[in-house]
């Protein structure tokens, strides 16, 4: 970058620090997700790449032997480099452990959404630093992991002060927050329903819609119906909030449907489909968000990826990283089973875990290694990325940089 010369400088207090530039080199296979380079495939994958990173900023890519020159150089020694993970779907303000009942559903009893409430009652009683510590543990983790981007829920207080509060804890940390004040009912409206979600209109949603972008509800039996997680959605909109919707978990119900008739960014679980479920969700905007770690922790049956992408559905993959039904913030360990047991190839798997997650967020920042994007990106220990999946539960995540810094 040419700085010719004091004259032509701004005043030092305006003045950024000069970027630096890095060239991460001898890449095997950089995936850039990149439109421009879609071809077969829309992974757009260059062979003996090189990335260059500017500040916070992808600002070349392509074959290495093209590279221009750089302030730094990193050899990725042969390494498979893809875009940071994008996990559309979290739950990380949280306090208390449920091991017990995972143990115990692993010997046989069922998952109920019930089960919520066991969290609930150890989220109130937690203090702010320990829930902030927990929340950076997992955000950290994930991180060390290959995941860039995170959205994270609120959901564990339900009352309109420990719902606020999570939301402000979690929006310290990440900008992809969403209010979920409508996880289940809370224990003190057991007997009134609508008098909850009145709360969760209401009052409840004046302390949060601040803190948040998003307005999510559970819809499911046990949970919210189809009539009331529509009184939630809507009343969200109107203070701004975009939709995302828990839809079609545990069994039929309308909350799919829902989600696109209300423009909603992605329909979230999508485990139980009908064919007007498929057909809705293929002619509108939403994505379908596909969470595996519930069904691997659940037992449960899987969601039928393949059925989805044949009809042209956008598919993402997320952890639903909760202490209940999913505890796993490894979005390589989701690619895996997205393979081995939802129909899905390797890339189709890796796109949805990456470019399918922005594409849930309503980013075009991330998700991809393109000149512009944010300088989110991950080398592999393995030639391929086609190894998160043919290599399950090995840690293969060498380096993470997260808006051009390097993380791990
Ligand atoms: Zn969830």
């Known amino acids: 970058m040419a700085r010719d010369g004091l004259a032509d400088s701004p005043p030092a207090a305006v003045r950024e620090d000069p970027m630096t530039t890095t060239l991460i080199t001898n890449i095997s296979a950089l995936v850039t997700n990149d439109p421009a380079r879609e071809g ?10 090189a990335v260059v990173i500017e500040g916070e900023h992808i600002v070349w890519t392509g074959r290495a032997q093209d590279a221009p020159a750089a302030d730094t150089v990193h050899d990725a020694a042969g390494r498979a480099a893809v875009p940071g993970f994008v996990d559309s779907h979290s739950h990380l ?13 692993m010997s046989g009893a069922p998952y109920r959404a019930g089960g919520i409430r066991t969290t609930v009652a150890a989220t109130r009683a937690a203090s702010d630093a ?25 959901g564990y207080g339900l ?12 929006a310290r940390h990440t900008d992809e927050v969403t209010y979920l004040g409508a996880h289940v009912v809370a224990p003190e409206y057991a007997d009134d329903p ?51 919707v828990h839809a079609n978990q545990l069994g039929h119900g309308p909350g799919v449907r829902l989600a696109v008739e209300l423009g909603a960014a992605s329909a979230d679980h999508c485990t139980h489909l009908t064919d007007a479920d498929i057909d809705a969700l293929a002619g509108g905007d939403t994505v379908a968000t596909l969470l595996p770690g519930a069904e691997f922790s659940t037992r449960a049956p899987w969601p039928d990826a393949r059925r989805l992408l044949d009809a042209g559905v956008t ?23 997205a393979v081995r047991d939802m129909g899905m190839t390797p890339h189709e798997a890796l796109w949805a875990a990456t470019a399918g997650g922005a594409r849930a967020l309503r980013r075009t920042d991330v998700g991809r290694i393109a000149p512009g994007s944010r300088a989110d990106l991950v080398l592999l220990d393995a030639p391929s990325p086609v190894h998160l999946a043919y290599r399950p539960g090995v840690p293969l995540v060498t380096d993470v940089w997260r808006r051009g810094v390097k993380e791990k």
């Open 194 to 244: 609508g008098g909850y979600v009145d709360l969760v209109t209401g009052p409840m949603l004046d302390a949060c819609a601040p803190h948040a972008r998003w307005v999510d509800v559970f819809c499911e039996r046990g949970a919210f119906d189809g009539d009331q997680a529509r009184a939630v959605l809507t009343a969200g909109i109107a203070k701004g909030l975009t939709p995302r």
């Open 93 to 105: 303000v949280f306090a208390g452990d449920r091991t017990a009942e995972f143990n115990a559903r």
């Open 159 to 170: 009352t309109v002060a420990d719902e606020a509060r999570a939301l402000e804890l979690a």
């Open 130 to 154: 320990e829930l902030e510590a927990g929340l950076t543990r997992y955000l950290d983790e994930a991180l060390r992991q290959g995941t860039t981007v995170m959205e994270t829920k609120s």
């Open 315 to 337: 598919v993402a993959l997320s952890t639903d990283c909760n202490p209940g039904s999913s505890f796993t913030s490894s979005m390589p360990f989701c690619i895996a089973l």
């Open 40 to 49: 077969d495939s829309p992974l757009g994958t260059v062979e003996s790449a």
